[in-house]
């Protein structure tokens, strides 16, 4: 089973080096209109390689453990 893909369309987006930005088009993002804020940038934006040190990181710490 599993989800199906979406087939909503993807806004685009000029930052090509986001982690979810793939052939200029956000795919996490239904709405990256951010014109209330100052500058109007995405407050979502990650570079790739910051991204894969992120995830690295998380897997160095291990699963969440609630005991
Ligand atoms: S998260 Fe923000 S910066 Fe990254 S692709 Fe989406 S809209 Fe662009």
Do not use: H, V
């Not at 052939?23 to 100052?38: E, I, P, T, V």
């Amino acid at each position: 089973m599993g989800r199906k893909p979406s087939t909503a369309i993807k806004p685009s987006c000029d930052k090509r080096d986001c982690f979810a930005n793939e052939s200029g088009a956000c795919q996490c993002l239904r709405n990256n209109d951010f014109w209330y804020r100052k500058d109007k940038s995405c407050p979502f934006y990650k570079s790739r390689a910051e991204y894969e040190k992120e995830i690295q990181r998380l897997k160095e710490k291990g699963p969440i453990r609630n005991d």
